[in-house]
């Protein structure tokens, strides 16, 4: 059965970093569109950057030069580097198999100043 588990979320301070990571099994991570979501407290899940099976990837403005996505086709694993957080980056965190729609549980970040 595929799933998607996320991990890597925790409290940081403005400015600082994380990574987060997404764990694909049932299906070959590479050969879809993967994207990463997240849901501020009280807001909507917003689309935060896709990655595409060639490997090129897009960004919403906001994290554009602060976030980037990876992946590693050996480990079936997405990456979602993250720097310079600022306080509204605090969110859950998710991936998404985009083409079948699943998603993982999502991970929780905290910015703090």
């Known amino acids: 059965q595929a799933q998607l588990v996320e991990s890597g979320g925790g409290l940081v301070q403005s400015g600082g970093s994380l990574r987060l990571t997404c764990v694909g099994s049932g299906f070959t991570l590479s050969d879809v569109i993967m994207t990463w979501h997240r849901q501020a407290p009280g807001k909507a899940r917003e689309w935060v950057a896709n990655f595409a099976p060639g490997g090129a990837t897009f960004y919403t403005d906001s994290v554009k030069g602060r976030f980037t996505a990876s992946r590693d086709g050996a480990k079936n694993e997405l990456y979602l580097q993250m720097d310079n957080l600022q306080l509204e980056d605090t969110a859950v965190y998710y991936c998404?198999?985009?083409?079948?729609?699943?998603w993982g549980q999502g991970t929780q970040v905290t910015v703090s100043s």
């Open positions: 998404q198999n985009f083409d079948t729609q699943l």
